[in-house]
């Protein structure tokens, strides 16, 4: 993949570590490898970002950081793919995440999903909702990095076979 162009629209070292929440991790931000722009660090920032949008919880940013610490990842990467979950995809997405939870778990009762039987039914919702969220996270988290992977290889060589030509 084009370095160039992702530092172009990644955000930079102090952007990042001037985000509010992700003063806890200290010197960790200060980690090599999270800023790198290899391909396995990138495709691992690619896998945590999506998978951690895909989860229904508050300062997902918080938890986005910790894995790219953690794991060597991408930090940017992760980091602005979070932000696929904002006001607007968040009410399909749990949704969707809620109806396929409820698909697996198959509950007794099933609730309809409304902000009025949220209310009184939310350990209900929340195990199909998690339930859910877990699935289309590892599944869009996979697939996602695998596109990644191998377009970021295909590029590369298309780049390297054009220089030779030239």
Same mark, same amino acid.
């Given at each position: 993949?084009?370095?160039?162009?992702?530092?172009?629209?990644?955000?930079?070292?102090?952007?990042?570590?001037?985000?509010?929440?992700?003063?806890?991790?200290?010197?960790?931000?200060?980690?090599?490898?999270?800023?790198?722009?290899?391909?396995?660090?990138?495709?691992?920032?690619?896998?945590?970002?999506?998978?951690?949008?895909?989860?229904?919880?508050?300062?997902?940013?918080?938890?986005?950081?910790?894995?790219?610490? !953690? #794991?060597?990842?991408?930090?940017? &990467?992760?980091?602005?793919? %979070?932000?696929?979950? @904002? /006001? *607007?995809?968040?009410?399909? !997405? #749990?949704?969707?995440?809620?109806? &396929?939870?409820?698909?697996? %778990?198959?509950?007794? @009762? /099933? *609730?309809?999903?409304?902000?009025?039987?949220?209310?009184?039914?939310?350990?209900?919702?929340?195990?199909?909702?998690?339930?859910?969220?877990?699935?289309?996270?590892?599944?869009?988290?996979?697939?996602?990095?695998?596109?990644?992977?191998?377009?970021?290889?295909?590029?590369?060589?298309?780049?390297?076979?054009?220089?030779?030509?030239?």
């Amino acid at each position: 993949m084009p370095r160039k162009q992702l530092k172009k629209v990644l955000p930079t070292h102090e952007n990042i570590k001037e985000q509010r929440f992700l003063k806890i991790f200290g010197s960790f931000l200060h980690k090599r490898e999270i800023w790198s722009l290899s391909r396995k660090r990138v495709v691992t920032g690619v896998l945590i970002g999506i998978f951690v949008a895909a989860l229904p919880m508050p300062l997902q940013m918080i938890l986005a950081a910790f894995l790219a610490i !953690l #794991f060597n990842a991408n930090l940017p &990467i992760s980091f602005i793919l %979070i932000f696929i979950s @904002n /006001p *607007i995809t968040m009410p399909p !997405l #749990f949704y969707l995440e809620y109806q &396929i939870g409820k698909l697996i %778990i198959k509950p007794e @009762n /099933p *609730i309809e999903f409304n902000f009025e039987s949220m209310y009184d039914n939310f350990g209900d919702i929340a195990l199909s909702l998690w339930t859910g969220a877990l699935v289309i996270g590892v599944f869009a988290s996979v697939t996602c990095a695998i596109i990644v992977n191998f377009l970021w290889i295909y590029i590369v060589k298309k780049n390297r076979k054009e220089s030779q030509i030239n």
